[in-house]
């Protein structure tokens, strides 16, 4: 059984988002693998599929591996690359969408949010009763997260990529970081963090972001109100044993926070999007965390 605090920090933490690189799967596969993931041992890491708008009348037709007790959890996302004359109609048109496809599935659909990149000068609107996430590009964060402040939507940065220079910063992060905190807007993360710990990859030429590193700051910077430069140096930590969890406490260096407090604050560090569900665990386990 892991540790209570490293439960606490992963619970529903991976977004399952096998349709995109560098994974970049079928539906069909995609979704059997989710399936699979939710009947396995570590399910209670697993959040929603990553599901693009246009790809619900395909799904629909492979729900028959989902069941009430294992439903499909959806994360919707919605068009990118679109115009900010359409934005208003898009969204009018995601909203009948989801709802359609919801109605028709839900003993077996669980819709739990919505996101999408927000069009350049466009102001972000809500989707109903779903949890709307807004991605903006890294060096806007924190306009984009100042712009959210009271809403209850939430904030999507993009955390790497298949290539280099699709990873934003350690400075950049923490900036966001720092951001949601103050402003307590919801914030949510997307590629680039297969890895517990910040390491080198070869694939991309590049260090990879860890996700105890991104997740961990995220609840260390909001309960102990650090700023930029503290959260950045969490986020550059290469060492895994810098990261220690027991029952009561996660601890990284000198700086520590407990259970009960970790849950709270992942009100606002919400969720990680990966490809791959396995690698996360793999690395887990050759850490002996998992």
Same mark, same amino acid.
């Not at 009018?92 to 028709?104: L, N, R, V």
């Not at 109100?225 to 027991?246: G, I, K, N, P, V």
């Given at each position: ?24 799967? @079928? ?10 993931? %939710?009947?396995?041992?570590? +399910?209670?890491?697993?959040?929603? =599929? ?8 395909? @799904? ?9 007790? +294992?439903? #499909?959890?959806? /994360? ?8 900010? !004359? ?21 003993? *077996? *659909? ?16 809500? #989707? ?33 990529? *298949? ?19 103050? +402003? ?15 390491? =080198?990859?070869?694939? %991309?030429?590049?260090?990879? +972001?860890?996700?105890?590193? %991104?997740?961990?700051?995220? *609840? ?21 044993? /810098?990261?220690?969890?027991?029952? !009561? ?19 606002? %560090? ?21």
């Amino acid at each position: 059984m892991p540790a209570a605090a490293l439960r606490a920090l992963l619970t529903k933490a991976i977004d399952y988002a096998g349709l995109f690189p560098p994974a970049g799967l @079928a539906l069909e596969p995609a979704l059997e693998n989710y399936a699979r993931y %939710v009947r396995s041992d570590e +399910h209670w890491m697993l959040g929603a =599929f990553i599901l693009p708008l246009g790809k619900f009348d395909a @799904a629909a037709q492979q729900l028959s591996r989902f069941d009430a007790r +294992h439903p #499909l959890q959806v /994360s919707v996302l919605g068009p990118k690359d679109l115009a900010a !004359e359409a934005f208003a109609a898009k969204l009018k048109e995601a909203g009948a969408a989801i709802e359609q496809f919801s109605a028709a599935h839900q003993e *077996v *659909v669980a819709m739990t949010q919505f996101e999408m990149p927000l069009p350049t000068d466009t102001a972000p609107k809500s #989707l109903g009763k779903l949890r709307t996430f807004w991605e903006a590009p890294a060096d806007a964060a924190a306009v984009t997260i100042r712009s959210l402040a009271g809403s209850g939507m939430g904030f999507k940065l993009r955390t790497g990529g *298949v290539t280099s220079d699709a990873f934003p910063s350690g400075n950049q992060i923490a900036r966001a970081l720092v951001a949601s905190a103050r +402003h307590q807007v919801p914030i949510k993360f997307t590629a680039g963090l297969h890895h517990p710990v910040k390491k =080198f990859q070869a694939s %991309v030429q590049t260090k990879m +972001h860890g996700f105890l590193n %991104v997740l961990g700051a995220g *609840v260390l910077a909001a309960e102990h109100r650090w700023d930029e430069a503290q959260t950045a140096a969490m986020l550059a930590d290469e060492d895994a044993r /810098s990261f220690e969890f027991d029952d !009561e406490i996660f601890r990284w260096r000198e700086w520590k926070i407990t259970t009960g407090q970790i849950t709270a604050r992942r009100q606002l %560090v919400t969720s990680l999007g990966s490809c791959s569900f396995d690698e996360p665990r793999e690395d887990l386990r050759g850490l002996d965390l998992l």
